[in-house]
C-alpha cells in the first residue's frame, strides 16, 4: 500500500531532520553546563537557547517517529491481511464479503478491492459475484448446482446456487429443502 510507505518516508525525514537540532542541544547543554562549573569557562549562551533546540528537536522528532511507526504498523497489517485473505476465502469454497470483511477487519470496499487485485494476481483462484455479494472459488464452480424448487411449508418459490454438501434453505421460512431438491 502507498499510504504506508508514504507514512514511513515522511517519518524517516522528519527523523533525519531532528538530528542537527538534538546534536545542537546537547553540545549546548554541555556548554552551558560547564559554564556553571568552571567560572574560567564564559559563555553567551543561556538556558533558553537550549531550551529552544530541545523544542525544535521535539518538533520534528517525536511526529516523524509516530509516522514512522504508523506506517510500519500499516506495513505489517497489509503484509497479515495478504496472507490471510487467499487462506480464509480457499478454507470456505463460498463466503460473503460481509463476512470476509469481519474476519480481516476491513471496510467492504476494501475487502472488494482486496479480493480483486487477488483474483488478478492469482492468489484467490475463484470470481467475486456481485450479485450475490460472495467470493467462490474455482474447485466450487465446478461443484454448484442450480435448484428451483417449491417449498412445501410456505409455499414460496426457491430458485438458488447451491455447493455440493449444502443445505438449501428457504429465505422466507426458514425451512431446510435439502431433501426436496429434486422434487418440484
Given at each position: 500500500?502507498?499510504?504506508?510507505?508514504?507514512?514511513?518516508?515522511?517519518?524517516?525525514?522528519?527523523?533525519?531532520?531532528?538530528?542537527?537540532?538534538?546534536?545542537?542541544?546537547f553540545?549546548?547543554?554541555?556548554?552551558?553546563?560547564?559554564?556553571?562549573?568552571?567560572?574560567?569557562?564564559?559563555?553567551?549562551?543561556?538556558?533558553?537557547?537550549?531550551?529552544?533546540?530541545?523544542?525544535?528537536?521535539?518538533?520534528?522528532?517525536?511526529?516523524?517517529?509516530?509516522?514512522?511507526?504508523?506506517?510500519?504498523?500499516?506495513?505489517?497489517?497489509?503484509?497479515?491481511?495478504?496472507?490471510n485473505?487467499?487462506?480464509?476465502?480457499?478454507?470456505?469454497?463460498?463466503?460473503?464479503?460481509?463476512?470476509?470483511?469481519?474476519k480481516?477487519?476491513?471496510?467492504?470496499?476494501?475487502?472488494?478491492?482486496?479480493?480483486n487485485?487477488?483474483?488478478?494476481?492469482?492468489?484467490?483462484?475463484?470470481?467475486?459475484?456481485?450479485?450475490?455479494?460472495?467470493?467462490?472459488?474455482?474447485?466450487?464452480?465446478?461443484?454448484?448446482?442450480?435448484?428451483?424448487?417449491?417449498?412445501p411449508?410456505?409455499?414460496?418459490?426457491?430458485?438458488?446456487?447451491?455447493?455440493?454438501?449444502?443445505?438449501?434453505?428457504?429465505?422466507?421460512?426458514?425451512?431446510?429443502?435439502?431433501?426436496?431438491?429434486?422434487?418440484?
Amino acid at each position: 500500500m502507498l499510504k504506508d510507505k508514504i507514512f514511513i518516508v515522511i517519518g524517516i525525514i522528519l527523523l533525519l531532520f531532528s538530528v542537527p537540532f538534538f546534536l545542537i542541544f546537547f553540545l549546548l547543554l554541555a556548554i552551558c553546563i560547564s559554564a556553571s562549573y568552571d567560572p574560567a569557562v564564559t559563555s553567551n549562551i543561556t538556558m533558553d537557547v537550549v531550551v529552544s533546540y530541545f523544542i525544535f528537536f521535539s518538533i520534528f522528532f517525536f511526529p516523524g517517529l509516530c509516522l514512522y511507526i504508523k506506517g510500519r504498523r500499516l506495513m505489517k497489517t497489509e503484509k497479515e491481511t495478504k496472507m490471510n485473505v487467499p487462506e480464509i476465502v480457499n478454507i470456505y469454497r463460498r463466503i460473503s464479503i460481509s463476512t470476509l470483511c469481519m474476519k480481516i477487519n476491513k471496510s467492504e470496499a476494501e475487502t472488494i478491492r482486496l479480493v480483486n487485485k487477488y483474483i488478478k494476481k492469482g492468489l484467490i483462484k475463484g470470481k467475486l459475484d456481485m450479485v450475490t455479494g460472495e467470493i467462490i472459488t474455482e474447485k466450487a464452480l465446478n461443484d454448484k448446482k442450480d435448484i428451483s424448487t417449491r417449498c412445501p411449508n410456505c409455499g414460496a418459490f426457491v430458485n438458488k446456487t447451491i455447493l455440493t454438501g449444502e443445505n438449501l434453505i428457504c429465505e422466507y421460512c426458514g425451512t431446510n429443502l435439502s431433501m426436496n431438491i429434486g422434487r418440484k
